[in-house]
């Protein structure tokens, strides 16, 4: 179960910089925001009743922070375009050309062993990917 979130939350991660890393480039990023977004934030749902299965009884009192933390996941698929907002987002990209949205989901999935790869070749490990949310790497709100 902590191996399932930690490899959900290093997907997450590498989606954002993915993102990032398009806008830095100057190309074309809505896609990739938005998927990045939806899935960062359906994850947290995830990984978080996940953490408070793994503490069980204790995981709904109030003195441990998992508690917090699951009351508080709500909130992210809420928070700066809704879930459905990306999804239709997302949709209505990929329905007007299929292909590119293909393209767009093997450009994350590139990326993401590119980067990893990258900090593997290097010996950075875990260290090669800052822990920062979406929004500081300039993703627009309402992506």
Not at 112 to 118: M, P, S, V
Not at 125 to 142: E, H, I, S
Request: net charge neutral.
């Amino acid at each position: 179960m902590i191996a399932d979130m930690a490899v959900e939350v290093e997907a997450g991660r590498l989606m954002c910089l993915h993102a990032a890393q398009l806008k830095d480039q100057g190309v074309r990023f809505t896609i990739e925001a938005s998927m990045a977004k939806l899935f960062a934030s359906e994850m947290v749902k995830r990984v978080v009743y996940k953490a408070l299965q793994v503490h069980g009884g204790y995981g709904y009192i109030q003195d441990f922070p998992v508690e917090r933390l699951y009351r508080d996941a709500r909130v992210f698929t809420i928070y700066e375009g809704t879930s459905e907002i990306q999804r239709n987002i997302i949709a209505n990209d990929c329905s007007a050309d299929l292909s590119q949205c293909l393209f767009a989901a093997s450009r994350i999935r590139s990326a993401g062993i590119g980067l990893w790869n990258e900090a593997i070749q290097e010996k950075r490990g875990y260290d090669a990917f800052p822990v920062t949310p979406c929004a500081q790497f300039g993703v627009p709100k309402g992506i």
